[in-house]
Structure formats: structure tokens, C-alpha cells
């Protein structure tokens, strides 16, 4: 078939409108005809597989043909979801007349730069360590270029973040436990803060789901991206500096696909001056 038939895990990425859609359903068809067990996801927020297929497509996913099933991903819902599990986990490690405090910083991040991507980058990490059990081949169509390489940078950032985070909470800990140490007898003993490990153990799973998705992104066994363009400058200029920004944060780029392309013959003057 292709270079790239092989990885488990293909993302197909370009300049919004140069058939990404088109790529990555034709690519999992071919895979699920081939008698690979497929997933097709859209983390684009303009999803077009519905309309694509004719059929209506959400999450969880629906089955397009024996062998491939279909996901599109609602980013709000995503939020919504990320936001509601960070309410509950912050409701665990705080007195009860702070619930209200933490339902203000929750509606006030909801609309965040950055919200959208951070609880795509949850749902897209469980997505890469989860589903591998039931598929053979995952296929991402994902959103245009920018959007798309603002994701995928996401794992590193997030790593290095949560790395900060436990490092400081480290930290802290060392300098409550010498104080504990100086203000309290022997026999008083203190033991670890519930609360402290129960935190330590939210940032560790964390840290530990973006850094498995980023080793995934990064393994050209198991990770091809593939970009489409069409045979125009933007477009072409534009799948360049994804290319390079890709390479940059080490994400195999497997394959370009020319969308478009006209075919020979008497197709009339506008479209042979094309």
C-alpha cells in the first residue's frame, strides 16, 4: 500500500480545506478493507465525517463498514469533562466552604486560551494508550495546521509543566516536614498529609499519560504523520513550515499527499491555465 501502511497510529494533518478529511477516511477504508481493525477520530472542531459518510457520527464512536468505526470529538464537551473531573479532584483536597471559590476559577477557566487544547490533548492521550487494544490502525484527521501543531506540542509542554509542578510540591513538602520537625515532640510523629499524597498522585498519573503520548508522537515505529497539500503556494508553503515544526518537535513526518492534482487532456483554457 504506502511507506507509512505499518504504524499503528497515523495522523493526516495540512492547510485547512486541502481534503484532510478526504485523506484520513480514504487511508482508514483501505486499512479496514486490508482486514486491519480501524479507527478513524476527528479531533477537528468542523467536523465533515458526518457529512462525509451521510450518517451521524459522535462520541462515542459508530461503525461505517465492518472493521471501521468512526469518532468525532466535541471539544466542548471536552471541556466540560476535563473541567468536571479538575472540580472534583480540587472538591477532595479542600474544606467545603471553598467549593464556591473553586466553581468561580472553574467557569472563569472554562473560557481560557488554551482550555480547548488542554482537554483535547486528555481526550486524544487516552485515545493513543487505550484504544491500541482494540485497533490495529488509528487514524487522525485532524484540525487545520496551526490548531494541530499547537496540540501536538502539548505533550512536551505539559511534561515539562507537571515536571515544575512536582518538583516545587517536593519542595514544599521538604520545608512543612522541617518545620513539623521543629515545632513538634518526638512522640507526636505527623506522618505524610493525605491531601499532599492525594495531590502528588493526580500530577504523577498526569505526568505519566502526557509523557507515554509524547513517546508515541515521537516513535516513527508507531507514529507516521502524513500532510496533504494541494498543488498551490499556500498551500505548499504552508505544509512546509508544518513539516519543519514537526521534525523540529522529532514527529516522523511519513508522507506528503498532493490533493487536486488535474488530469491531462482538453479541459478548457482555465483549467489548462491551471
Known sequence: ????????IVFVGGKGGVG???????????????????????????????????????DPGTEIV????????????????????????????????????????????RMAPGAQEAALLERMSRILLESSESYDRIVFDTAPTGSTLRLLSLPEVMTAWMEGLLKRREKAESFRESLRGMTMDEEEGGGADPRAQRIRKILDARRNRFS?????????SRCAFVLVVIP???????????YQALTAAQIPVTG??????????NLGEFLESR
Do not use: C
Not at 257 to 262: A, Y
Open 256 to 265: 506528503v499527499i498532493v490533493n487536486r492534482v488535474l488530469p491531462e487532456g
Open 1 to 8: 500500500m504506502l511507506a507509512f501502511a505499518d504504524r499503528p
Open 232 to 242: 498551490e503556494k499556500l498551500a505548499i508553503l504552508e505544509g512546509y513550515r508544518a
Open 20 to 58: 484532510k478529511t478526504t485523506t484520513a477516511s480514504a487511508l482508514a477504508l483501505a486499512f479496514a478493507e486490508s482486514g486491519k481493525r480501524t479507527l478513524l477520530v476527528s479531533t477537528d472542531p468542523a467536523h465533515n465525517l458526518g457529512d462525509l459518510f451521510d450518517r451521524t457520527i459522535g
Open 212 to 220: 507515554r503520548a509524547r513517546r508515541i508522537l515521537q516513535d516513527a
Open 66 to 109: 465492518p472493521g471501521l468505526d468512526a469518532l468525532e470529538i466535541d471539544p466542548d464537551d471536552e471541556v466540560d469533562h476535563y473541567l468536571d473531573s479538575v472540580r472534583q479532584n480540587l472538591r477532595e483536597l479542600v474544606r467545603p466552604e471553598m467549593y464556591k471559590d473553586i466553581d468561580s476559577q472553574i467557569e472563569l477557566t
